[in-house]
């Protein structure tokens, strides 16, 4: 215990600082380190581990949906960059300038991509001609560069990794299947593989994205009730195409505007999986996305033959998920806590007593029990357990959002929600921005979505009190 007291001591504690917690974990379960300049990161193997696997997941289903990956060049020229104009203005704020190549200034600046449509507009103008070309389905991994003046690890960075899908349709009902389908794709890798639940629904006007139709969002709520975007999908209708001339013949030999998608998830997705899933012992990583679902700790390991059981049981259990070793000299509680740290599901302990009875001791890190099994059930019984563990934090993080979730009938209720028991408010709005900028200015709450499962709170808007149909999520957001 009081080992235990010790280590505990070593990270901040959520309930007394949540944003320090976060920064504690972050670096001591070997995520990130700060990059030299101010907000860049740098992944660590980890953290990097994590990302590979989140991306691997979501590569998977991108295919499988009938994309292909492409890569696009880092920079856009200014002039280019000007050819749309929403979407400019609402990029102008965070973009990086190029003036220099070497010791010569560029007779034009370029901007270091923020986001890619541009670059993918200018390219489909180019070879999109019939509607045989259609729907032309894109998707590309990169980084991308947006000068943020606030930020955190995963959350907000300089720099971060995403993967951008561009698609153009024929007419704007296929371009909103596609919209609507990336976002279920998105809300599939987040219940079924980060156990993150999420909400989907449409973004208000104001909170869409810079030159789309409308935007679609996957909404996941953090442990202190903060809420953080998680996901989006744009429906961009023909202004790109028109501001780039993408135009396709249709079966008539006339000319057409393409309809177009974007659609993105970035690193941030770790952020999330830090805040949903995380104690105060450190990181829980779901199963499905864990670089190490089981590791291996051997007890008393100068002992003879407990090395040698060790190293053979991983091998056998290499077969069939996904284990590690530590047969490094320092002590088994260093590596309990280390472990723990890196939220790594599962800890296997092997020791002299436990292989003289053919046996070893399993301990969940998501509940912190322990369980002693036999060595001829652990191919059976590990994957069992892992489903388990990914099944139960799915439903705490589903729990916890309902606990979470209040209902407003006025600013004096929304108010109250967000003091006393912080989380989503669902609240009734006319459909005026004006409501929208109020309530924000006054409680700090932006509106997350509208949610597709609309429910009918009451007849009036929570802040203006006029006729209101439509509900709404609100929610203090990272
Ligand atoms: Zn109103």
């Known amino acids: 215990m009081g080992k235990d007291k010790k280590f505990v001591e070593e990270i901040t504690a959520m309930e007394t600082d949540f944003a320090q917690w976060y920064t504690d974990v972050v670096k001591k379960a070997d995520l990130v380190d700060y990059g030299s300049v101010r907000g860049s990161m740098i992944i660590r193997p980890y953290g990097y581990a994590i990302w590979e696997n ?4 979501l590569d998977g289903k991108i295919k499988e949906t009938g994309h292909s990956n492409v890569y696009m ?4 020229p200014e002039s280019l960059l000007q050819k749309e104009k929403d979407h400019i203005e609402g990029f102008a704020p965070e973009v990086a300038w190029v003036t220099h190549g070497g010791d010569e200034e560029l007779h034009e600046r370029l901007c270091v991509r923020p986001t890619s449509e541009i670059l993918f507009c200018e390219h489909y103008a180019n070879i999109i001609h019939s509607y045989r070309d259609l729907p032309m389905l894109y998707n590309q991994w990169s980084n991308v560069v947006r000068w943020e003046k606030t930020t955190r690890p995963f959350l907000r960075s300089l720099e971060f990794l995403w993967q951008e899908g561009h698609t153009c349709h024929a007419d704007e009902e296929d371009a909103m299947e596609e919209t609507l389908k990336m976002l279920d794709v998105y809300a599939n890798v987040c219940e079924e593989y980060l156990a993150v639940p999420v909400l989907k629904g449409k973004k208000t006007e104001k909170e869409k994205f810079a ?3 409308s935007t679609y969002t ?3 709520l953090m442990h202190d009730g903060k809420a953080l975007q998680s996901g989006t999908s744009h429906y961009l209708g023909t202004g790109f195409a028109e501001s780039f001339g993408i135009q396709y013949s249709d079966k008539n030999g006339e000319l057409q505007h393409v309809h177009q998608t974007s659609w993105g998830i970035t690193t941030r997705l770790i952020g999330a999986l830090i805040m949903v899933h995380g104690d105060n012992r450190g ?13 291996i700790v051997p007890i008393a390991q100068h002992k003879e033959g407990v090395l040698d059981r060790a190293y053979k049981l991983r091998d056998s259990l290499k077969k069939t998920v996904r284990v590690d070793i530590d047969a490094s000299d320092k002590m088994p509680g260093w590596k309990f806590n280390e472990y723990e740290m890196k939220g790594i599901p ?13 046996q070893v001791v399993l301990a969940r890190r998501d509940t912190g029990e322990k369980e002693i099994v036999s060595m ?16 139960n934090l799915l439903d705490k993080a589903k729990d916890h959002r309902e606990k979470k979730t209040n209902v407003a009938k006025n600013m004096e209720d929304l108010q109250n929600s967000l003091r006393d028991n912080p989380g989503f408010v669902k609240g009734m709005w006319c459909g005026e921005l004006a409501c929208e900028e109020k309530i924000k200015e006054e409680t700090g709450a932006t509106s997350r979505c ?5 429910e009918k709170i009451s007849d009036s808007c929570m802040c203006c009190g006029q006729k209101a149909d439509q509900l709404v999520y609100w929610a203090k957001a990272y």
């Open 376 to 391: 001829d059930d652990l191919n059976a019984k590990i994957p069992e357990l892992l489903e388990d563990i990914q099944k």
């Open 211 to 213: 030159g789309a139709e």
């Open 218 to 220: 996957i909404e996941s």
């Open 450 to 454: 509208i949610p597709f499962e609309q």
């Open 346 to 358: 599962l800890r296997l302990e092997i020791g002299p007593k436990d292989i003289e009875k053919n």
């Open 283 to 295: 990181l829980v990583v779901p199963p499905r996305i864990a670089p190490t679902q089981v590791m």
């Open 73 to 76: 060049p880092l920079f856009i």
């Open 54 to 57: 989140i991306r691997d997941v």
